[in-house]
């Protein structure tokens, strides 16, 4: 199937031309038919000769309802434009094409309609030079007549011939819905129609709707007026959303793949059409089915950024466009360039970002939005538009290669400097690291660190005991020198202060394990345990704490505890007469 949307003027023939194409009625409202004027959008399809389906969305010309005409075009690729041989190129033609042009729309035909009042020729010749201009280039052109019927077949030959010339549509996008159309039916409750661009639907397939908590769930499909399991792009389908109460969405709201799509209220665009000066503070944007208020900040020449009055679900390289009701003037299409921009609070920071856009012309491009990012969610990056084949450095996160290299010194240098201001800690806690860098998950921190530098405890630290604090290490080689050969005994309070040795430094040490700590300021060197085991595995066993101390040569200040240490340890047993044996 293709789906194309007519676009013409009011009265010129557009409606006729689909119900003499398709016998199907495209004015649907009652108010319509006696009007003999077309107000909301109406759609009608018919087989082509060739054996595909064309799907028409047929769009009021009354300048009153462009902005209906424009939830028609908005996620339609292709154009059928009507100019009535009798009355030629008018203002609605002009805002028409003006709309299909600011939107990129690529592939369209010109059908001249009321051919039977009047030489097709001069409106045909004025409509094709006004659309070779823009952005549908030289299009064919067919004169019809909707009374008489003549030119029909060359008009559905030349819709066969389009078809053909469109790109292929990719099924495995993710989809982006845009509602034209939302009602309820009677027995089966809402029902959403829209043109499927991309992507596929299934019953049962579960959506994301902007602003409900949960998916919304897909209970039944129709394309072409019937019942289908599924529906692949293009085709225009009607969703029922069962369950899903009918004021909780319309036109303009899309149903979404879940997870796919970035809900935004700031973008900054290029602008093609008016100069970003020229434009007025408040214009309405137009984006697939959704026409939204926004406030116009200009940045560079060629580029603004939008404040939208409701979040959208916009991608990096959309196309939309902003018109100006008041004026009933396409002020021109737009590029999505960014739908997560920066915050511009410093000075000079629009005219930064302003040379930031000009670089930008809206094809996703990792390498960039890393650069600019420097670390994003995986995630983040693919619900922007953005698709992502390159390895998270943790987690789902993304980093800038450059960055992720200046990072990792800065931590090293954090560490150095934490180490020098607090020479006794075992390094710096994660968390303060994580604070230090300003980053925003602690798994970064952890994927910084590198040997020799390790993660111990909560904190990144040397990986060695080496790291003993330049003094403390030179204390405990003084212990050593002048307790290495007494062991057992340990050195006096007023001698740990003389030697530098505090409580904290102590603590250092022993985190280090360069002392034993056997009671507050009773220190001893660290094999002294396994010495002291071997002593006393040499005395008649059991023996008491005074045959232990006067065996180990010390005190009873260092006995009592270092007895009670191996006790705890399991290599002596305390009998019930407080004499002691070593465990073998
Ligand atoms: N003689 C003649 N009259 C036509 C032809 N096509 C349309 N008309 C008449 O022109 C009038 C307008 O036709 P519509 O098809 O409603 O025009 P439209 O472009 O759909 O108008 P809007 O939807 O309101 O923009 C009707 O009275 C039609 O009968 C034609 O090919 N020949
Ligand atoms: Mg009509």
């Known amino acids: 199937m293709f789906v194309v949307a007519t676009a013409g003027h009011v009265d010129h023939g557009k409606s006729t031309l689909v119900r003499a194409l398709t016998g199907m009625e495209p004015d649907r409202w009652a108010e319509e038919r006696r009007r003999g004027m077309t107000i909301d959008l109406g759609f009608a399809w018919t087989t082509l000769p060739s054996g595909g389906t064309v799907a028409?969305?047929?769009?009021?010309?009354?300048?009153?309802?462009?902005?209906?005409?424009?939830?028609?075009?908005?996620?339609?690729?292709?154009?059928?434009?009507v100019v009535a041989a009798d009355e030629g190129w008018m203002p609605q033609s002009a805002e028409h094409l003006a709309a299909l042009d600011a939107l990129g729309v690529a592939y369209g035909l010109l059908a001249v309609t009321r051919s039977d009042l009047a030489?097709?020729?001069?409106?045909?010749?004025?409509?094709?030079?006004?659309?070779?201009?823009?952005?549908?280039?030289?299009?064919p052109a067919v004169a019809?007549?909707?009374?008489?019927?003549?030119?029909?077949?060359?008009l559905r030959a030349a819709l066969d011939r389009l078809a053909a010339h469109l790109p292929a549509p990719v099924v495995d996008d993710p989809v982006r819905l845009w509602v034209d159309r939302s009602f309820t039916v009677r027995g089966s409750g809402t029902?959403?129609?829209?043109?499927?661009?991309?992507?596929?639907?299934?019953?049962?397939?579960?959506?994301?709707?902007?602003?409900a908590d949960e998916p919304v769930k897909v209970r039944g499909l129709h394309s072409l007026g019937e019942a289908r399991p599924e529906a692949a792009a293009v085709a225009r389908v009607a969703v029922n959303l069962r369950g899903t109460p009918r004021d909780r969405l319309g036109r303009g709201d899309a149903l979404l793949t879940p997870g796919r799509f970035h809900h935004t209220d700031?973008?900054?665009?290029?602008?093609?059409?008016?100069?970003a000066g020229d434009l007025p503070a408040t214009l309405t944007l137009h984006v697939g089915s959704a026409a939204v208020p926004v406030r116009v900040r200009?940045?560079?020449?060629?580029?603004?950024?939008?404040?939208?009055?409701?979040?959208?679900?916009?991608?990096?390289?959309?196309?939309?466009?902003?018109?100006?009701?008041?004026?009933?003037?396409?002020?021109?299409?737009?590029?999505?360039?960014?739908v997560a921009p920066p915050p511009l609070a410093r000075r000079g920071a629009a005219a930064a970002r302003a040379q930031v856009l000009a670089e930008l012309d809206g094809r996703p491009d990792l390498a960039g939005e890393l650069r600019r990012r420097r670390l994003v969610r995986a995630g983040a990056l693919v619900r922007m538009g953005v698709p992502v084949h390159a390895?998270?450095?943790?987690?789902?996160?993304?980093?800038?290669?450059?960055?992720?290299?200046?990072?990792?010194?800065?931590?090293?240098?954090?560490?150095?400097?934490?180490?020098?201001?607090?020479?006794?800690?075992?390094?710096?806690?994660?968390?303060?690291?994580?604070?230090?860098?300003?980053?925003?998950?602690?798994?970064?921190?952890?994927?910084?660190?590198?040997?020799?530098?390790?993660?111990?405890?909560?904190?990144?630290?040397?990986?060695?005991?080496?790291?003993?604090?330049?003094?403390?290490?030179?204390?405990?080689?003084?212990?050593?020198?002048?307790?290495?050969?007494?062991?057992?005994?340990?050195?006096?309070?007023?001698?740990?202060?003389?030697?530098?040795?505090?409580?904290?430094?102590?603590?250092?040490?022993?985190?280090?394990?360069?002392?034993?700590?056997?009671?507050?300021?009773?220190?001893?060197?660290?094999?002294?345990?396994?010495?002291?085991?071997?002593?006393?595995?040499?005395?008649?066993?059991?023996?008491?704490?005074?045959?232990?101390?006067?065996?180990?040569?010390?005190?009873?200040?260092?006995?009592?505890?270092?007895?009670?240490?191996?006790?705890?340890?399991?290599?002596?047993?305390?009998?019930?007469?407080?004499?002691?044996?070593?465990?073998?």
């Open 391 to 584: 390895e998270p450095v943790a987690g789902d996160w993304l980093a800038d290669p450059a960055h992720w290299r200046w990072l990792g010194e800065r931590l090293t240098d954090e560490v150095a400097r934490h180490a020098r201001e607090h020479p006794l800690e075992p390094g710096m806690p994660v968390d303060a690291l994580r604070q230090r860098l300003a980053l925003p998950d602690r798994a970064l921190v952890e994927a910084l660190v590198r040997p020799p530098l390790r993660i111990h405890a909560g904190r990144v630290g040397a990986a060695s005991a080496d790291a003993l604090p330049e003094p403390v290490a030179r204390a405990v080689q003084r212990v050593r020198a002048e307790y290495g050969d007494r062991p057992f005994r340990a050195p006096e309070a007023d001698r740990l202060v003389d030697l530098g040795l505090g409580p904290r430094e102590i603590g250092a040490a022993v985190r280090a394990g360069a002392l034993l700590r056997l009671a507050d300021n009773v220190v001893l060197l660290p094999d002294a345990l396994d010495d002291a085991v071997r002593v006393l595995a040499g005395l008649p066993q059991p023996f008491t704490l005074s045959a232990a101390r006067q065996a180990l040569d010390t005190t009873r200040r260092v006995a009592v505890p270092l007895l009670e240490l191996l006790d705890r340890r399991g290599a002596t047993r305390r009998l019930p007469d407080d004499a002691r044996i070593v465990v073998t």
């Open 56 to 81: 028409f969305v047929d769009v009021p010309g009354h300048e009153r309802f462009v902005p209906n005409m424009l939830a028609g075009v908005g996620p339609v690729p292709a154009a059928l434009i």
């Open 144 to 154: 019809v007549s909707g009374l008489t019927g003549a030119g029909l077949p060359e």
């Open 298 to 338: 200009p940045l560079g020449p060629d580029t603004v950024r939008l404040r939208l009055a409701r979040p959208l679900p916009l991608l990096v390289g959309d196309r939309a466009l902003l018109r100006d009701p008041g004026r009933h003037h396409v002020s021109g299409g737009v590029r999505v360039l960014d």
């Open 191 to 211: 029902v959403v129609t829209g043109t499927l661009g991309a992507g596929r639907l299934r019953v049962g397939d579960e959506l994301e709707l902007a602003g």
């Open 266 to 275: 700031l973008v900054d665009v290029r602008l093609a059409g008016d100069p």
């Open 119 to 139: 030489d097709p020729g001069p409106a045909t010749a004025q409509a094709r030079a006004e659309i070779a201009a823009t952005s549908l280039g030289a299009v």
